[in-house]
């Protein structure tokens, strides 16, 4: 279409007419929605105010768009006009933030208000991966656009939130893009990862060709290289996801020194909450209330931010559920050995185990059946983990532990009265809410103490992790096909040479220090795991389920019960609740089973999404400016 001549137009009127163009709508198009325009196609005053538009200069004339003409066919074909697109991002560029409501020069059509709605309603924050594959259904969005929106949101806000470390190179987030929309367009069968942009905590193996690197957050690991993609990113890559990049994370996954901030690593820098508007900062303990929570830091915040509407991390005692717990995320540590651990950057074969992050539990089951190892098919649900999505408690009974017998531990948190008093009375109301619903509940209930894991002189648990690192961290750096550090003695060594970025001030590599110079026989692992599996099964998780004959046990995700699981091998999963009201940060509680039960703590988390408020949405700052969540669009 062509633009106008300025002096056609006409001041505002109040007669309700559809826009003029020089090539008006074709005549066997349906009445367009009725709404008040002036002549030249601009809505009047009164209703762009309510959708806050203000033109900066509506007598301009429009200038020929820059696309090339490929993009410019497309665009036409989705009725909306190039020249007016180009004009809206002008406007943009030059600090015109209210340009998004503007719909002159539009062709009136129902695909141009069907894209606009999409562009009102694509809140990066907000939506979620079963949102992308509805609009994908009805064409009414693509992956390519997508992508770009998620790009944009972390070019704009992770300066601040450090919580991606690096992003797939453009053109081949572009090329595969494209590949997938043509794989739809083709009628290609589609699941419901297909087109879903992902991203990836930066200890999982990617092929190079994907044009990742992994890291674990260090520098020594900056040029090395994997053979090839984890079995995970395979399985996702083979279900039509899309990886936008690798997520920061606590520098190799929280293990290099002892009590560093969570969400710190040298390559990434420090991840910040996305909820918390005074950023984290030392002297705080290491995990305060002003911090995002570690490991999996930027897998939480990037899904929290609006950087992708899923993620992917890793927990070996609390990494997946501490983070999602501070950012209002749904996530889930399955049974040890459900996910394969090939191909992640390993602190214990014991515990280790990678999870999903998401906004909504039905994504959280759509992500986890993908991940599912090919040796443990069989495990999933007749229907699928899908098929768990009940959404009511009838049949479930459930075990509440008093929250006072589970405190968070003030050693790395910090002494914080009023978020305990806080975070008592609202699990109570929680509680209540449960037994008013008519839920089958029993509290409280008794669950054996992480205190009893203790052994020897040590912890049965932890001596583990550590005495075992060394062994682990040598075989998994062989498999790369090209590895700058051989061995974890040569990761220490390398901090020490490059200490100024490695090791700056408040940061230590004690943890490694440690566990290079020690290791266990066989006999003394196998001697602790039976030791953590008394504990944790036979005397601690299953015991408190057999004896008060319930299914599962709820209690306050700010705790040790990570670690009593981790001891265990069973699978926990977050229950977002509420904010703490000294600064924002999100809070919520746990759900913990037997082995093998994702299925069944699906069904809890789809209950107690029906059941509690909507999970909290974070304002993010730029400076002092609040953006309105509404407000973020789908050409930002």
């Given amino acids: 279409m062509s633009s106008k001549d300025p002096s056609s137009k006409t001041s505002t009127s109040t007669s309700t007419s559809t826009p003029t163009s020089s090539q008006p709508p074709s005549s066997s198009s349906p009445p367009p929605p009725q709404h008040t325009y002036n002549r030249a196609g601009e809505l009047l005053p009164d209703v762009a105010a309510k959708w806050g538009y203000t033109p900066k200069d509506p007598q301009r004339p429009l200038e020929p768009h820059g696309y090339s003409e ?21 406007e943009r560029r030059e600090g015109n933030r209210s340009w998004w409501g503007r719909l002159t020069q539009f062709e009136i059509s129902p695909t141009v208000f069907q894209i606009w709605k999409i562009m ?33 949101q972390i070019i704009k806000f992770n300066h601040r939130l450090r919580a991606v470390i690096q992003t797939t190179p453009l053109e081949l987030l572009q090329k595969h893009a494209k590949e997938l929309d043509s794989e739809r367009k083709s009628g290609k069968p589609t699941g419901p990862l297909h087109g879903i942009p992902i991203l990836i905590k930066d200890n999982i193996d990617t092929d190079p060709a994907l044009g990742l690197g992994t890291t674990a957050g260090s520098f020594s690991l900056l040029h090395a290289r994997p053979r090839q993609s984890a079995p995970l990113v395979r399985s996702l ?34 991840t910040q909450s996305a909820y918390v508007s005074e950023p984290w900062h030392a002297p705080e303990p290491c995990s305060a209330h002003s911090n995002c929570g570690g490991s999996s830091s930027g897998s939480a915040v990037s899904v929290s931010a609006g950087f992708a509407p899923v993620s992917i991390g890793t927990e070996t005692g ?3 559920v501490m983070p999602a717990n501070r950012a209002a995320l749904w996530t889930m540590k399955p049974s040890i050995g459900l996910v394969s651990q090939q191909g992640i950057v390993p602190i214990s074969d014991f515990s280790d185990a990678a999870g999903p992050m998401t906004t909504c539990v039905k994504d959280l089951a759509d992500l986890l059946e993908i991940l599912v190892d090919e040796g443990h098919r069989d495990r999933i649900p007749e229907g699928g983990y899908a098929n768990q999505l009940k959404g009511s408690w009838e049949g479930l009974k459930v075990g509440l532990l008093d929250p006072k017998d589970w405190p968070q531990n003030e050693q790395t948190v910090g002494k914080d009265d009023e978020f305990v008093e806080q975070q008592l009375d609202e699990i109570e109301k929680a509680y209540k809410k449960l037994e008013e619903l008519g839920v089958k509940v029993k509290k409280p209930v008794s669950l054996i103490s992480t205190d009893e894991l203790k052994l020897d002189e040590g912890n049965a648990l932890f001596d583990l992790w550590k005495n075992n690192l060394a062994r682990l961290m040598d075989t998994y750096l062989k498999t790369l096909e090209y590895t700058p550090v051989k061995n974890l003695k040569e990761i220490v060594a390398f901090n020490k040479t490059y200490n100024y970025c490695q090791l700056p001030p408040g940061i230590n590599q004690d943890y490694l220090l440690r566990a290079a110079d020690c290791s266990y026989t066989l006999e003394q692992s196998k001697r602790a795991i039976a030791h953590c599996r008394q504990v944790a099964r036979d005397l601690g998780i299953d015991k408190t389920l057999r004896d008060n004959d319930i299914d599962v046990i709820i209690g306050p995700a700010d705790s040790s019960l990570t670690v009593l699981v981790a ?28 082995q093998w039960q994702e299925g069944l703590l699906i069904r809890v988390m789809s209950a107690w999404e029906k059941s509690f408020p909507v999970r909290a949405v974070p304002n993010l700052t730029v400076g002092d400016e609040v953006e309105k969540t509404e407000a973020v669009k789908i050409f930002t």
């Fill in 120 to 152: 009102k309603d694509f809140n990066p924050l907000t939506t979620t991966a079963s949102d992308l594959q509805k609009w994908y259904a009805d064409g009414s969005l693509t992956c390519e656009e997508a992508v770009e929106v998620y790009l944009k």
């Fill in 70 to 90: 490929e993009e410019a066919e497309k665009m036409r074909k989705k009725g909306v006009n190039p020249d007016l697109k180009w004009e809206m991002e002008r």
């Fill in 318 to 320: 609390g990494s997946l």
């Fill in 237 to 270: 890559l083979a279900a039509g996801a899309i990886v936008l990049g690798k997520a920061n994370l606590s520098e190799f996954a929280w293990i290099l020194g002892d009590c560093n901030p969570c969400g710190w690593s040298a390559v990434g820098g420090q």
């Fill in 567 to 594: 001891a265990a091998g069973y699978p926990i999963a977050s229950l977002p609740l509420s904010t703490y009201k000294g600064n924002g940060r999100p809070f919520g509680l746990v759900v913990m089973a037997g």
